[in-house]
């Protein structure tokens, strides 16, 4: 299936002001008290956003995030006002919003990304390799790449400026940052979120190995699950058949996110030389771009079949 919808690279609304763009959203204000969030189909890898678009990537980001967010209601409130993102712009803007965004409250964001491992990849892999451990939480030895981790821990991270990598923290940073009674509660709800949805996932044979929540504070106070949550983007998505060959070779299993354009970013060479992940990012040729569209269309589709 191709899609047919125009892509959407940069929003450009001019009823409502505009906070911020992030490398895929781009938030804008409604009132003084809501916001409206606006995937686009930008894609970035490296930190660098990349000048071609995936088309209908935003679409389905929003609408796994709502799926998501609807399933985990009863555990922990989150930040959607149930109102209609096309109530609050011109008739004319309507295409840039529906299907892909969310109408949310206006929360005071927790400076902090709540990441949780299920599984040994990535920057936590490369950490445990020099020190056996991941953001201060030792692990047992003789772990693999890809390794299952006897049971999820709480990695966070603290969130950086624009194009900046998020660095990782301990959690006793994470105390210092916001107090000891929210640290420990962010740090619970995060590994409850994380341990419903992966079993959930797994049944749909899907892993999710790792993924990464945003909290904020409503103006009561309450802990409140906002941004987007358990997307490809956010997630690290493994099928469960390619998951045994890839770990007994040592390999990262194949993926649902952006892994397959960051695998060939990184094999490309320019005037024989690599990328060196600075803009201008280059030209994603038509079929990366399409293969990357299905990718996401497939993670949707196993999880909602």
């Known amino acids: 299936m191709t899609t047919t919808t125009p892509a959407l690279h940069t929003s450009a609304l001019t009823s409502l002001p505009l906070l911020a763009r992030g490398k895929v959203r781009d938030n804008y204000a409604v009132g003084k008290d809501r916001l409206l969030m606006v995937a686009s189909d930008r894609l970035s ?37 149930g109102e209609a993102p096309e109530s609050v712009v011109t008739a004319a803007e309507i295409p840039q919003v529906v299907g892909r965004s969310m109408l949310v409250k206006r929360l ?41 981790l006897p049971e999820p821990v709480f990695t966070p991270a603290a969130k950086a400026e624009a194009g900046e990598h998020d660095e990782n923290i301990s959690y006793e940073q994470v105390v210092v940052i916001v107090g000891p009674e929210l640290a420990a509660q962010i740090r619970q709800l995060s590994l409850k979120i994380y341990e419903t949805a992966a079993a959930f996932a797994l049944t749909k044979g899907i892993i999710i190995a790792d993924t990464k929540f945003e909290f904020g504070l409503d103006e009561n106070g309450t802990l409140t699950l906002m941004d987007e949550v358990l997307t490809p983007d956010s997630s690290r998505y493994w099928p469960v058949e390619g998951y045994e060959a890839a770990f007994a070779a040592g ?19 320019i005037n024989g030389k690599p990328w060196d992940k600075t803009p201008p990012s280059p030209h994603l040729p038509p079929d990366v771009i399409e293969k990357t569209a299905a990718k996401y269309r497939e993670a949707m589709t196993r999880l909602t079949a």
């Open 45 to 81: 890898a490296f930190d660098v956003i990349l000048g071609e678009p995936i088309p209908g990537k935003g679409a389905l980001l929003t609408q796994m995030a709502l799926f998501w967010f609807d399933k985990l209601g009863d555990i922990c409130p989150n930040h959607l006002t």
């Open 251 to 269: 390999q990262n299993p194949p993926s649902y996110d952006k892994q397959f354009v960051r695998d060939w970013l990184e094999a490309l060479r």
């Open 108 to 148: 005071k964001p927790i400076p902090v990304e709540a990441v949780v491992r299920g599984y040994l990849a990535g920057s936590g892999w490369a950490e445990y390799q020099q020190n056996q451990s991941v953001c201060g939480v030792p692990l047992p030895a003789g772990l693999k790449n890809a390794s299952k």
